[in-house]
C-alpha cells in the first residue's frame, strides 16, 4: 500500500492459497485494492485522463482548457505543422508500418536518414534508432552485459536502466546520487571482480531535475576502465548551446562517452529510443541486438517526425536557451513562495516535493480545480516519502503561466504547512 499511505485499504475477499488465473495474483489483487482504497477516499484517478488534441503548455481535458505541464513537448515540435506534415508524407509514401524487422525487409530510406541526422547532430560515428526509449536501454544493457560484469547506476536512475541492469543477469550497485566519492571507491573495490562493468547516468535526472556531474563521470570511468551510459532523454535539446545535450553542456568529448542513449519522444516529438556512439559498436548492434534484430522497424511515421523535429532544432537553435529561461523563471518563482523544488537545476524538469503521496494527490487536485494539470509522482518512481508533483517545463509556456501557477503551488503548499489542511502525511 506505499502508493497509498494513509489511505486505508478496502478488503477484498479472501486470497486463494493457491492462485490459478492471472488475476488471482497477489500483485493483481493488491492493485485493485489499492485502486478501490483511493476511490473509496474521494480521490479521482490521476492516470490515464484523456487529453483532447496536442498537448504542450496548455491542454484540453474533459473539454476544459489546462494549463499543462504533464508532456514532454519542451520545444513545442510535437503538433508543429512541418513535423506533422512530414509525419503525413512518409504515411503517404511508406504506409503505417515498416512491417518487418529492418534487418528483414523493413528497412526504408527514413531509417538511415533519422541515424545519419543523430549521428551527425551529436558528432558520434554512427546512432541506432528503434520502436521504443525504455526498451533501448532494457535491449542495449541486457544485450552487452551478463553475469561476469557488473552494472553500476546512479540511485535515481530511471526504471528502463535499473530494468535493463536486472535482466541482463551482471551484479547491480546503486551509487548515492551523483557521488563521485561514492562511485569511486565502490569501482576501486568492484572492478577488478568484474569483466567488464557499466557506469549508467542521466544526462538529466527525470524525477529531480537535476544534471549528472559528467566530466567527474568521465574522469572516473577512465580511472578504472569502465564504459559509460548516458541517458538523454531529458536533456537532448533541453541543454547545450544547441541543444545536442549533456554532452555539449559539459564540453565532454563524444568518444569519451560509450552509449549516448536518447528517446525520439520528448524533443523530438515522435515515439522511439535511439542510442549513438562508435560506429562498429552500432554496426554491432544493427546485426546483434535482440530489440532491434526482432522487433519491428520504426513506423516511417515517426521516422519522419524525429528527422523533422531534429530539423527544427537545428533551424532554432534560440529554442533550448528559451526553455532553459523559462524554467529558471519558474523555478526562482517557486523558491520566492516556499515550494520545495528539491534538486532541480539548469533543466525543464522541476518538481514540487510533498513528501507523502496523500499531499501530492490533494495537491494535483486542487491545482486541477484552477485550471493546471500536472501529474502526482509517488513510490516506486520515486523513493518511498518523496512524492510529489513533476512539472514539465516548455518553452512554449509563458511568464504568465509560470507566475500564476507559482502563486498557486506556493499558497498551496503553505495552507498544507500550516496544518490547515490536514491529511495522512
Ligand atoms: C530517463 C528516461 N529514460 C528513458 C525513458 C523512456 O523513453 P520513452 O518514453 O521514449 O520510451 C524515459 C521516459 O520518460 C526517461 O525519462
Known amino acids: 500500500m506505499a502508493q497509498w499511505r494513509g489511505v486505508e485499504a478496502r ?10 488465473g492471472a488475476a488471482d495474483l497477489p500483485e493483481v489483487r493488491e492493485l485493485a485494492e489499492r485502486k478501490a482504497a483511493m476511490s473509496d477516499a474521494g480521490f479521482t484517478m490521476p492516470y490515464f485522463q484523456v487529453h483532447d488534441g496536442v498537448a504542450g503548455a496548455t491542454t484540453h481535458i474533459g473539454g476544459r482548457e489546462f494549463i499543462n505541464f504533464s508532456s514532454y513537448n519542451y520545444l513545442g515540435f510535437a503538433g508543429d505543422p512541418a513535423v506533422n506534415r512530414a509525419a503525413m508524407d512518409a504515411v503517404l509514401s511508406y504506409g503505417t508500418s515498416a512491417s518487418a524487422s529492418r534487418v528483414a525487409s523493413g528497412e526504408r530510406p527514413l531509417h538511415a536518414e533519422l541515424e545519419h541526422a543523430l549521428a551527425d547532430f551529436l558528432g558520434c560515428g554512427g546512432a541506432l534508432a528503434t520502436v521504443s526509449g525504455h526498451s533501448i536501454n532494457v535491449s542495449l544493457i541486457g544485450h552487452l552485459f551478463g553475469p561476469e560484469d557488473l552494472v553500476v547506476h546512479d540511485s535515481l536512475a ?7 541492469a536486472r535482466l541482463s543477469g551482471a551484479r547491480r550497485l546503486a551509487f548515492p546520487h551523483s557521488d563521485l566519492t561514492a ?38 570511468k577512465k580511472r578504472h576502465g569502465a564504459m559509460l551510459l548516458v541517458d538523454e532523454a531529458h536533456s537532448l535539446g533541453v541543454l547545450g548551446a544547441t541543444g545536442a545535450g549533456a554532452g555539449e553542456h559539459f564540453g565532454v568529448e563524444r568518444g569519451d562517452v560509450d552509449l549516448w542513449m536518447g528517446t525520439l519522444s520528448k524533443t523530438l516529438a515522435s515515439c522511439g529510443g535511439y542510442v549513438a556512439g562508435d560506429a562498429a559498436l552500432i554496426d554491432y548492434l544493427k546485426f546483434t541486438m535482440p530489440g532491434f534484430v526482432y522487433s519491428v522497424g520504426l513506423s516511417p511515421a515517426n521516422a519522419a517526425a524525429a528527422i523533422a523535429a531534429l ?4 533551424s532554432k537553435p534560440d529554442l533550448p536557451r528559451r526553455l532553459r529561461e523559462r524554467a529558471d523563471f519558474f523555478r526562482e518563482n517557486c523558491r520566492m513562495k516556499g515550494v520545495d523544488i528539491g534538486l532541480s537545476a539548469g533543466s525543464a524538469v522541476v518538481p514540487c516535493i510533498t513528501g ?18 500536472v501529474q502526482p509522482i509517488f513510490y516506486p518512481a520515486v523513493e518511498e516519502g ?19 501557477t507559482a502563486v498557486l503551488l506556493g499558497r498551496e503548499v503553505a495552507l498544507f504547512n500550516e496544518h490547515r489542511v490536514e491529511v495522512g502525511s
Open 183 to 220: 562511485l569511486d571507491a565502490l569501482l576501486a573495490v568492484e572492478r577488478p571482480k568484474a569483466r567488464r562493468v557499466l557506469i549508467a547516468v542521466e544526462g538529466v535526472y527525470s524525477m529531480d531535475g537535476d544534471l549528472a556531474p559528467l566530466p567527474g563521470i568521465v574522469a572516473i
Open 158 to 164: 530511471h526504471d528502463s536502466i535499473i530494468t535493463g
Open 311 to 314: 530539423h527544427l532544432l537545428q
Open 386 to 404: 518523496r512524492a510529489r508533483l513533476r512539472f514539465f517545463i516548455t518553452a512554449a509556456h509563458t511568464e504568465e503561466q509560470l507566475s500564476r
Open 11 to 20: 478488503v477484498l475477499t479472501t486470497t486463494p492459497a493457491h492462485p490459478t
Open 356 to 373: 507523502s503521496s496523500i499531499r501530492a494527490l490533494r495537491l494535483a487536485q486542487t491545482l486541477g480545480a484552477e485550471g493546471v494539470n
